[in-house]
């Protein structure tokens, strides 16, 4: 009893200390250089876009391969969702889902009557201790592109792809590992959000059993012949199975999303850390993130990241110390910058006619790149006389305020765990890196007076110089970045219609299903947002 307690208590205290030596956060330093870029090999962006993505469907469905995870509840009063062929309460741990779109789905789906399948609500009286593994967490292909990869992790310590769809094993197996921190599931994104649920008496009331009419039958009614089942592996039409599920998915494609799962942010373990998982870094370089995978970890990082995860479940869980909200903090970034950016690359990239066109859309940006940088704008801040046109060393001070404006004040004082550590750094890296790009434009205008030009007599071909280094300033500053805010229907749907990026195994309607399955995944490989009708045919 004494050596659990004190090996529980060390590993608490180990996750709560706040080491200055940890590879990953360095001491904040915004830097005396409006051209430094980020290091190809920095993972800020990815751990910023991580963040911001959890929870939601949207970016998962493009980002498919997880690579963070993350303890929360679920609270009471939530109901839970389960079809079944049978008339009875599971007694393993089996699959429920937060809407009912989906597990009516699944009631069809493996019903052996012919008439109806079972249709049961729970209702969580306690709340559910679950962690959370994000990407597209639930999606399983053949040799998969890695969507399971965080989850064989946890569950057999290794990555093993020709294992994707031993999915009763992997719960039973999660679940095991879960039974000493009393995690009650595991939640993954199917369509929509699902839970494992490890035991359906633990924390939860059955509300109703309903026998109801299979919505979606691989059998033919009139004479009980087998249909053919839809080949899954390689695409089918999107209204297959009716719309509902691709309806309940848009459900969580925006900001906050599924609300209903309640994350500890401060306990969040994310295979981007490079203090936990240096082995990473090697295989990534030069890869899209598209590729990024977990397959190819070390095993010290294996056993490192588990025992991260193992120390953020251990233990009571309760709300930050910090008292910080992070979502709020990372959503409030994204408010701020992604529609002036989103602008600001629009007016760049479109073509001028004229060199009065030219100077009017210069203009425009300039007075967007000044709107940004204005709590900054210091008096005492301003270009040198008869100094070089190139020199911008007298707008420092203002990207230096632009990159600290909020988080610095607080890394001081409070002591955060390793998982707000990392956060902090990623907010910071990519605050920095936002205001050293929108800064230097910003001062390039400034140096050359765009602002102050009544018309474009004064035309010159500087202008068109600056036009392209704007340009390329603002469409790295994009990629890097890589908001999923940005990836969206272009030009916008029309109201009949919604803007979709695939869930599979939908095909996108016009697509041809691919020949075989790995066909399917190089079609499924680098999807792009289409409008489709909302009604099914
Ligand atoms: C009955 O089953 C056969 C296949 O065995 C199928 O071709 C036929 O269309 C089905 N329906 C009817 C009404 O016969
Ligand atoms: C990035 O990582 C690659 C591969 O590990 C390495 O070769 C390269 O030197 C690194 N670059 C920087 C700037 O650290
Ligand atoms: C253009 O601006 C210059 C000074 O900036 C001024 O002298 C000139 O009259 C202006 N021309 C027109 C057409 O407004
Ligand atoms: C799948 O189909 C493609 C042609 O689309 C072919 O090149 C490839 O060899 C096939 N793969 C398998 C495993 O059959």
């Given at each position: 009893m004494f050596?659990?307690?004190?090996?529980?208590?060390?590993?608490?205290?180990?996750?709560?200390?706040?080491?200055?030596?940890?590879?990953?956060?360095?001491?904040?330093?915004?830097?005396?250089?409006?051209?430094?870029?980020?290091?190809?090999?920095?993972?800020?962006?990815?751990?910023?876009?991580?963040?911001?993505?959890?929870?939601?469907?949207?970016?998962?469905?493009?980002?498919?391969?997880?690579?963070?995870?993350?303890?929360?509840?679920?609270?009471?009063?939530?109901?839970?969702?389960?079809g079944a062929g049978i008339p009875e309460i599971p007694a393993t741990p089996e699959w429920t889902a937060l809407d009912s779109e989906l597990s009516t789905l699944y009631c069809g789906l493996f019903s052996m009557e012919r008439k109806g399948c079972w249709h049961l609500t729970l209702t969580v009286e306690r709340p559910l201790k679950v962690l959370y593994f994000d990407g597209y967490s639930s999606l399983k292909f053949l040799d998969g592109p890695g969507t399971i990869d965080s989850q064989d992790v946890i569950a057999w310590e290794k990555v093993i792809p020709g294992k994707n769809h031993a999915e009763q094993e992997r719960i039973v197996d999660l679940c095991r590992w879960g039974e000493k921190f009393k995690i009650d599931g595991f939640v993954r994104l199917h369509t929509t959000y699902e839970v494992m649920l490890c035991d359906f008496s633990a924390g939860l009331r059955l509300d109703s059993m309903h026998h109801i009419k299979i919505p979606y039958s691989p059998l033919q009614p009139e004479n009980n012949s087998l249909l053919e089942r839809p080949k899954m592996q390689i695409g089918v039409p999107l209204d297959v199975f009716g719309m509902g599920e691709i309806i309940a998915s848009r459900r969580l494609d925006e900001y906050p999303g599924e609300t209903r799962v309640q994350l500890y942010l401060h306990r969040l373990v994310s295979f981007y850390d490079l203090s936990i998982s240096p082995s990473l870094a090697e295989q990534r370089f030069g890869?899209?993130?598209?590729?990024?995978?977990?397959?190819?970890?070390?095993?010290?990082?294996?056993?490192?990241?588990?025992?991260?995860?193992?120390?953020?479940?251990?233990?009571?869980?309760?709300?930050?110390?910090?008292?910080?909200?992070?979502?709020?903090?990372?959503?409030?970034?994204?408010?701020?910058?992604?529609?002036?950016?989103?602008?600001?690359?629009?007016?760049?990239?479109?073509?001028?006619?004229?060199?009065?066109?030219?100077?009017?859309?210069?203009?425009?940006?300039?007075?967007?790149?000044?709107?940004?940088?204005?709590?900054?704008?210091?008096?005492?801040?301003?270009?040198?006389?008869?100094?070089?046109?190139?020199?911008?060393?007298?707008?420092?001070?203002?990207?230096?305020?632009?990159?600290?404006?909020?988080?610095?004040?607080?890394?001081?004082?409070?002591?955060?765990?390793?998982?707000?550590?990392?956060?902090?750094?990623?907010?910071?890296?990519?605050?920095?890196?936002?205001?050293?790009?929108?800064?230097?434009?910003?001062?390039d205008g400034v140096n050359h007076q765009i602002g102050n030009k009544q018309n474009d007599s004064e035309f010159t071909i500087?202008?068109?110089?600056?036009?392209?280094?704007?340009?390329?300033?603002?469409?790295?500053?994009?990629?890097?970045?890589?908001?999923?805010?940005?990836?969206?229907?272009?030009?916008?749907?029309?109201?009949?219609?919604?803007?979709?990026?695939?869930?599979?195994?939908?095909?996108?309607?016009?697509?041809?299903?691919?020949?075989?399955?790995?066909d399917w995944l190089t079609q499924a490989q680098d999807p792009h947002p289409t409008c489709i009708p909302r009604h099914s045919r």
């Open positions: 050596a659990f307690l004190s090996i529980t208590r060390l590993l608490l205290l180990n996750w709560l200390a706040t080491t200055r030596a940890s590879q990953f956060v360095s001491q904040f330093n915004v830097g005396n250089d409006l051209e430094i870029r980020p290091s190809p090999n920095d993972t800020a962006n990815l751990v910023f876009n991580t963040v911001h993505s959890l929870l939601l469907g949207w970016p998962h469905r493009r980002y498919k391969n997880g690579h963070t995870i993350v303890p929360g509840i679920i609270p009471p009063g939530t109901s839970l969702y389960h890869q899209h993130r598209l590729q990024h995978r977990i397959l190819g970890i070390s095993q010290s990082d294996i056993h490192t990241v588990k025992a991260r995860v193992e120390s953020a479940v251990d233990g009571e869980w309760s709300n930050p110390t910090s008292g910080l909200d992070w979502a709020s903090l990372f959503h409030t970034t994204v408010q701020r910058y992604a529609d002036r950016l989103e602008l600001v690359q629009l007016d760049l990239n479109t073509a001028t006619r004229s060199s009065k066109d030219l100077f009017l859309r210069m203009r425009a940006v300039f007075l967007q790149l000044r709107g940004m940088t204005q709590p900054y704008d210091f008096v005492a801040a301003h270009p040198i006389i008869d100094g070089c046109r190139g020199e911008k060393s007298w707008a420092l001070p203002v990207y230096n305020a632009c990159a600290t404006a909020y988080p610095l004040s607080l890394s001081a004082q409070i002591t955060f765990t390793p998982s707000e550590r990392l956060m902090l750094s990623a907010l910071q890296a990519t605050t920095r890196e936002i205001c050293r790009t929108i800064t230097s434009m910003w001062a500087t202008l068109q110089e600056i036009h392209e280094k704007w340009k390329k300033d603002i469409n790295s500053l994009i990629s890097w970045l890589d908001w999923s805010v940005w990836l969206k229907c272009k030009p916008a749907c029309s109201t009949n219609e919604m803007c979709y990026l695939p869930i599979s195994p939908y095909l996108i309607p016009g697509e041809t299903p691919a020949v075989n399955e790995s």
